[in-house]
């Protein structure tokens, strides 16, 4: 993941997850397969960071875009592991996002506005049946995960939850493996 202050377009403009119900194609999951796939390299996928909400010893809960073709995304940890944190993912609207930028950037004398468009922003988000790895070193995704069918994701924020591994160990079928 790079840090930037806008997507980057491909050229056709980014498909919508948020009225897609998917990843997009430079995720790794384009095939419809429910099993867990290894993300593509770094240099065939890249996801820029649009504004950080939490953080701890990096971004824990994000706005993100895809650096392909501009797709966004709220990403949120559940839980971490050494220097791993697997991210649940729901689409947004890149609109949205935009005018949440440009409201932030603007500012307002109401402390609570922003606050406020967050919160509806996320309310209006996706939630997507698949969760992310990222190496907090480089800030790379390693895995695309399948939720797989019957597991629901728990809701909270990551403070929370106790980030225990829990997760990973019940999503991703390396878990066992040394990193």
């Known amino acids: 993941m790079t840090t930037d202050s806008s997507a980057t377009d491909a050229g056709t ?10 990843l997009c194609p430079h995720l790794g999951q384009d095939h419809g397969c429910a099993t867990p796939t290894p993300h593509p390299s770094p240099a065939e996928s890249t996801m820029v960071v ?7 010893l990096g971004p824990t809960d994000a706005l993100v875009a895809c650096g392909t073709c501009g797709a966004h995304y709220l990403i949120e940890q559940i ?9 649940r993912v729901a689409g947004v609207a890149a609109a949205a996002v935009d ?13 609570s506005r922003a606050g ?3 919160h509806h922003l996320a309310a209006s988000s996706r939630p997507l049946p698949w969760v992310l790895t990222v190496d907090m070193r480089d800030l ?3 895995r695309v995960l399948a939720v797989p069918p019957g597991v629901r994701l728990p809701l909270a924020s990551w ?15 390396l878990a066992a493996e040394p990193a």
Do not use: H, M
């Not at 649009?50 to 701890?56: G, H, N, T």
């Not at 950037?105 to 402390?111: N, P, Q, T, V």
């Not at 591994?165 to 999503?171: A, D, K, N, P």
């Open 116 to 118: 406020t468009q967050l």
């Open 159 to 173: 403070r929370e939850l106790p980030c225990d591994g829990r997760w990973f160990s019940r999503l991703d079928p």
């Open 99 to 111: 005018q949440l930028l440009a409201d932030v950037a603007r500012g307002s004398c109401d402390l």
């Open 13 to 22: 403009g980014p498909a919508d997850p948020s009225e897609a119900g998917t």
């Open 79 to 87: 839980d971490c592991r050494g220097s791993e944190r697997l991210l």
């Open 50 to 56: 649009r504004l950080v909400l939490d953080a701890a």
């Open 140 to 142: 790379r995704i390693t």
